[in-house]
Each structure stands twice: as structure tokens, then as C-alpha cells.
């Protein structure tokens, strides 16, 4: 298993996956399952939502075009 601690390209390619498979997470999920803090996964989440790639609110995250059907803000 890839250690997702150090390779944070890989995290956020497994967290997009994640999304696109779940349509939303809650970040305390990501977290356990990826085996990091859950300020990682905020960290990461920002990013992701700075490209565009997701839509984030305080412990949930959903695809960026899932926001718009839950109307997520």
C-alpha cells in the first residue's frame, strides 16, 4: 500500500477518485481511510477546491458539480 502520508500528488488523485465514485465524504472518512490527519486532508481539500476539482464545507466535501444538485454553498 502506498504511503499516502508522503506523497500528497497521489492523496489528492485518491481523494478526487473517492469523490467522483461517493459524490461527497466527510473529511474525518478521508482521513481514516487514507491514514493522515484530517488537517491534511483539509490542506488537500483546499487545494482540490482552489483548482476546481470539489466544493468544500466545514466537514463535507462533494465534486464540484454535485454542488450545484445539493446546492451546496
Do not use: W
Amino acid at each position: 500500500m502506498l504511503d499516502y502520508a508522503a506523497f500528497p500528488q497521489q492523496r489528492q488523485a485518491l481523494i478526487c477518485q473517492i469523490l467522483q465514485e461517493n459524490g461527497r465524504v466527510v473529511c474525518a472518512e478521508l482521513a481514516a481511510r487514507l491514514q493522515v490527519s484530517e488537517h491534511t486532508i483539509r490542506r488537500d481539500l483546499h487545494e482540490l477546491s482552489r483548482e476546481g476539482f470539489c466544493k468544500k464545507d466545514r466537514a463535507t466535501v462533494c465534486q464540484a458539480g454535485e454542488a450545484r444538485r445539493h446546492d451546496f454553498r
